[in-house]
């Protein structure tokens, strides 16, 4: 086998196209199809590129050992969007270590991730503008047996479908960052991260608007990079999440039924009916604009509200992080309930230690003590912190036999 023909193989097995490669290394795709067809030669700094791009050895690359290629996820996830800021990356590199450790772990218990790995949906070519994807939403809620009301827990729904939902610290400035990404995960399946500096129902919108990506986009990608950019694909997942998580149906029976008029003019009736499918209130706005209950003057006018401090005068209760977003709050709860199970029974069948699990984690032990005293009932949890000090005294980091 060639050089050529290795690099086409280690690139094709990972499913990433040759502007995904080219993208990662700075170069352009037509150098990477010179390369593959043995056009041009890569040179010691641009095979040590491939190889650094492909987490292998130049020496695998040419033929002089041989092992499983792997890519660096992260960096091609990173490079795939050419002005992704660099600060993105270590809640990329986050993501793609979790999955692969998440996979590891399930090999290590014998569990089932129950990973999505195809969609049930079709998706054919030429049906993929908005009223297509409002339609698609529709069967979607249909399949999941969600009637006309708000999507109480979204990631009980991604559990229900098998897409594993991961969370971290992305930026703030949506202008520059991303909002979460679309991930085909080789072993853990159908895959979404969203950032932790948003307001929740923004990050509810981006898990709906991923679950669009996952559903309906991939057969044709491995990954997806959602962001302020508007390409084809971006509005479909916007239409999509939209009549998902507030249905036109939905949003008029929920006016008729609480008395609200055919129109409205008052932005306390945006604020009920944004709490009622618990989504952003700029989510609200453009789902009652295209649901034709809003006009056009009264959305304008409606934007300069705070809806927050609106909120809270007409006596709904209101999260802290609608007014400031801290990642750090999140812990525990950034990983799946399935991951997290899995951690609680790999620990109580000593597969592995508690000292393994905060190095697979990076959670600290008093948070791991609280995880394993979750089911285990009143007074286990201190326990369980006296039991993770003898463990972090001792030093052990192999999983238990």
Same mark, same amino acid.
């Given at each position: 086998?060639?050089?050529?023909? *290795?690099l086409?193989? +280690?690139?094709?097995?990972?499913?990433?196209s040759?502007?995904?490669a080219?993208?990662?290394?700075?170069?352009s795709?037509?150098?990477?199809s010179?390369?593959?067809?043995?056009?041009?030669?890569?040179? $010691?700094?641009? &095979?040590?590129?491939?190889?650094? &791009?492909?987490?292998?050895q130049?020496?695998?690359?040419l033929?002089?050992v041989?092992?499983?290629?792997?890519?660096?996820l992260?960096?091609v996830?990173l490079?795939?969007?050419?002005?992704?800021p660099d600060?993105v990356?270590p809640g990329? %590199? @986050?993501?793609?270590?979790?999955?692969?450790?998440?996979?590891?772990?399930?090999?290590?218990?014998?569990?089932? #991730?129950?990973?999505?790995? !195809?969609?049930?949906?079709?998706?054919?070519?030429?049906? $993929?503008?908005?009223?297509?994807? /409002?339609?698609k939403?529709?069967?979607?809620? +249909?399949?999941?047996r969600?009637?006309?009301?708000p999507?109480?827990?979204l990631?009980?729904i991604?559990?229900? =479908?098998? #897409?594993?939902v991961?969370?971290?610290s =992305?930026?703030p400035d949506? *202008?520059?960052?991303?909002?979460?990404?679309?991930? /085909?995960?080789?072993?853990?399946?159908?895959s979404?991260?969203?950032?932790?500096?948003?307001?929740?129902?923004?990050?509810?919108?981006t898990?709906?608007?991923? #679950?669009?990506h996952a559903?309906?986009?991939?057969d044709?990608?491995?990954?997806?990079?959602?962001?302020?950019?508007?390409d084809?694909?971006e509005?479909?997942?916007?239409a999509?999440?939209?009549?998902?998580?507030?249905?036109? @149906?939905?949003?008029? !029976?929920?006016?008729? $039924?609480?008395?609200?008029?055919? !129109? #409205?003019d008052d932005?306390?009736?945006?604020?009920?009916?944004?709490?009622?499918f618990?989504v952003?209130?700029p989510t609200?706005?453009?789902?009652l604009?295209q +649901?034709?209950?809003?006009?056009?003057?009264r959305?304008?006018?409606?934007?300069?509200? /705070?809806?927050?401090?609106?909120?809270?005068?007409?006596?709904?209760e209101t999260?802290?992080e %609608?007014y400031?977003?801290?990642?750090?709050?999140?812990r525990?709860a !950034?990983?799946?309930?399935?991951f997290?199970?899995?951690?609680?029974?790999?620990i109580?069948?000593?597969?592995?230690?508690?000292?393994?699990?905060?190095?697979?984690?990076g959670?600290?032990l008093?948070e791991?003590?609280?995880?394993v005293?979750?089911?285990?009932?009143?007074?286990?949890a201190?326990?369980? /912190?006296? %039991?993770?000090?003898e463990?972090e005294?001792?030093?052990v980091?192999?999983?238990?036999?």
């Amino acid at each position: 086998m060639s050089t050529g023909e *290795r690099l086409v193989m +280690a690139r094709d097995r990972l499913g990433f196209s040759q502007d995904d490669a080219a993208n990662a290394l700075g170069v352009s795709r037509a150098m990477i199809s010179y390369w593959e067809a043995e056009r041009r030669r890569p040179n $010691d700094r641009q &095979l040590t590129a491939l190889a650094r &791009l492909y987490k292998t050895q130049v020496g695998q690359l040419l033929g002089e050992v041989t092992s499983e290629p792997r890519a660096d996820l992260a960096q091609v996830l990173l490079r795939s969007e050419a002005d992704l800021p660099d600060e993105v990356l270590p809640g990329l %590199e @986050e993501f793609v270590s979790f999955l692969d450790r998440y996979a590891e772990l399930a090999t290590a218990t014998g569990l089932d #991730i129950g990973g999505m790995t !195809r969609s049930p949906f079709v998706s054919r070519a030429g049906f $993929d503008t908005a009223e297509d994807a /409002r339609r698609k939403a529709e069967d979607v809620r +249909a399949h999941l047996r969600l009637g006309l009301g708000p999507v109480a827990d979204l990631d009980w729904i991604c559990e229900l =479908l098998g #897409i594993t939902v991961f969370r971290a610290s =992305l930026g703030p400035d949506l *202008r520059r960052t991303m909002s979460g990404a679309f991930l /085909r995960h080789p072993s853990v399946g159908f895959s979404i991260l969203v950032n932790l500096d948003m307001t929740p129902g923004r990050r509810r919108f981006t898990v709906a608007h991923e #679950i669009a990506h996952a559903l309906f986009h991939s057969d044709k990608v491995a990954y997806v990079i959602s962001r302020a950019a508007r390409d084809p694909r971006e509005r479909f997942a916007d239409a999509f999440a939209g009549e998902f998580l507030m249905p036109t @149906e939905g949003i008029r !029976r929920f006016m008729e $039924d609480n008395g609200l008029r055919p !129109r #409205i003019d008052d932005p306390a009736e945006v604020v009920h009916v944004q709490r009622y499918f618990k989504v952003s209130y700029p989510t609200a706005l453009v789902r009652l604009r295209q +649901a034709k209950v809003l006009t056009a003057e009264r959305y304008e006018s409606f934007k300069q509200v /705070r809806p927050v401090l609106l909120a809270r005068a007409l006596g709904y209760e209101t999260d802290e992080e %609608e007014y400031d977003q801290d990642p750090e709050l999140w812990r525990l709860a !950034r990983y799946p309930r399935r991951f997290l199970q899995m951690l609680r029974t790999a620990i109580q069948r000593e597969v592995v230690s508690v000292p393994t699990v905060a190095e697979l984690t990076g959670l600290p032990l008093d948070e791991i003590a609280t995880l394993v005293g979750e089911q285990r009932g009143d007074g286990v949890a201190g326990e369980s /912190r006296t %039991e993770l000090s003898e463990y972090e005294d001792s030093g052990v980091l192999e999983p238990s036999r």
